[in-house]
């Protein structure tokens, strides 16, 4: 490949995706950790969510995003979704000439870094907890490890409604974290792209001593490594801003609301396609 | 056509649709007052739910199902989902040449000959109160009635999860009813097909003087007047029992164990298809 070519491979930008809205919030750790790069972001928003879905359809959804996603040059991607990271990364991975990572390894490549007592909660949709997948990818940093999942499908529709400080939210974590923290774990990976967005209630259950590991700023992170490995990082702007897109399966007003009020700007223009035709 | 042919039509299955599991609250009530007929049901399951996405992908979504169940060879078709019915039914209704009836006019025809103040309360997902369709059908009915919508998106998360006699349930209701019960409606539409498996936890907390509307229930009857209407009604079976069939867009164990916890036969057989393929 040409000097040229390398430098042209360089400003293409990174492709993220997920179910919906909820990857927005590794999208948003990005935009923080590698403010030089472009995002082509795609929410299936038509389909979401993926939580409660089989493999072999998240495999097949995951498959049309990338199609898409290729159509616009991205030099890498992001699977911002749990449970797509978990059921169709493997999969999807082995088609591909270009780097592509999804949210769980770097989550748990941290908690596995970072737990004192050697016991890790993991909470996230029903599929991604029963991929068994953040387990797998603990033990392969630490067999001794011993790890605690519990799906919390209620979670993101709560998200969804706006009961971030709610009691009754509340009163759902309260439930489903019981038996995680009877088990005395020492570290809680938030395994579902929402979830962040109810940290402090989370914390606020937990108490102080357990520690909250977010997966979307470790895969930013991650990410700004693999660019720098492979020699794609994107060259110095002098001053000049990143430029994001954003394409949506379904609703694109909607989501343009909900991205603008966890984003740090204005995402402006969303484009709705037809992710079938993929 | 021949009486030979009519015979055979006759003889055909009706075809039933949802976003997923709940039209089958609908098909059971079908079984129930029309034993004779066999059913062809299609539950979304892939791309399910319906109830926060827009118009025009629902109408995308309804005209695909419907050209799957014409494969069928089915006789008639119910739209057993509140949020296709009220967003995709007028617009299918005119491309088909077969009998084709949604969950809401039998609903609200209902609760418009009933109501004794003239205050009819709607609950059903967003897309559904947004759509202001149920108001429109009852005013059709008594343009005197005043009709109070609320959206419960929290409702169909919590019967999935299975807690439908729970504190947090009752909790959520309470909140989402409110407003109603201030209003001083008389009557309450369930207005997604969910919704008739919390009926005793919302009996309790709206008190026995308002009357509980289940579309499903007024949908079964009113397909049987139009089948008798038209001709079409299945002819004696002698002892013989109806066959119904299942297809899903996903997931087919998961369907079935819903199923079978609702319905009261076994279903047996649930096939999986590709529904963009239609």
Redesign the interface.
């Known amino acids: 490949m040409s000097v040229t070519d390398m430098g042209n491979i360089r400003k293409a930008p990174i492709g993220v995706f997920d179910s919906g809205v909820g990857g927005l919030t590794v999208a948003r750790e990005i935009m923080r950790n590698l403010p030089n790069e472009d995002i082509v972001y795609f929410g299936d928003?038509?389909?979401?969510p993926y939580g409660?879905?089989?493999k072999?359809?998240i495999i097949r959804f995951s498959q049309q995003i990338i199609r898409f996603l290729r159509t616009q040059n991205v030099k890498a991607i992001v699977i911002a979704c749990n449970t797509a990271s978990a059921l169709a990364l493997d999969e999807v991975e082995e088609e591909l000439d270009i780097p592509i990572i999804g949210v769980l390894k770097p989550g748990a490549k941290v908690a596995a870094a970072t737990t004192r007592n050697g016991k890790i909660g993991v909470i996230g949709t029903e599929s991604t907890i029963n991929s068994q997948m953040y387990p797998k990818y603990i033990r392969e940093q630490n067999p001794e490890v011993a790890v605690y999942g519990k799906a919390c499908?209620?979670f993101?529709?709560?998200v969804?409604?706006g009961w971030l400080k709610d009691?009754?939210t509340e009163?759902?974590a309260r439930?489903y974290l019981e038996n995680l923290l009877k088990d005395g774990i020492d570290s809680l990976i938030l395994g579902c792209t929402h979830y962040p967005l109810l940290r402090s209630l989370i914390r606020g259950v937990v108490g102080e001593t357990v520690n909250l590991v977010n997966p979307a700023y470790e895969t930013a992170r991650e990410l700004g490594e693999l660019l720098r490995e492979e020699g794609l990082e994107h060259p110095e702007r002098n001053g000049q801003k990143a430029c994001h897109q954003f394409y949506v399966?379904?609703?694109a007003e909607k989501f343009r609301n909900f991205a603008n009020s966890i984003l740090p700007c204005d995402i402006g223009e969303t484009q709705k396609i037809h992710i079938?035709d993929y």
Do not use: C, F, N
């Not at 928003?45 to 979401?48: C, I, M, N, Y």
């Open positions: 928003t038509a389909r979401v409660s879905k089989s072999d359809t499908p209620l993101v529709p709560l969804e409604e009691p009754v009163e759902v439930r399966s379904d609703a079938e």
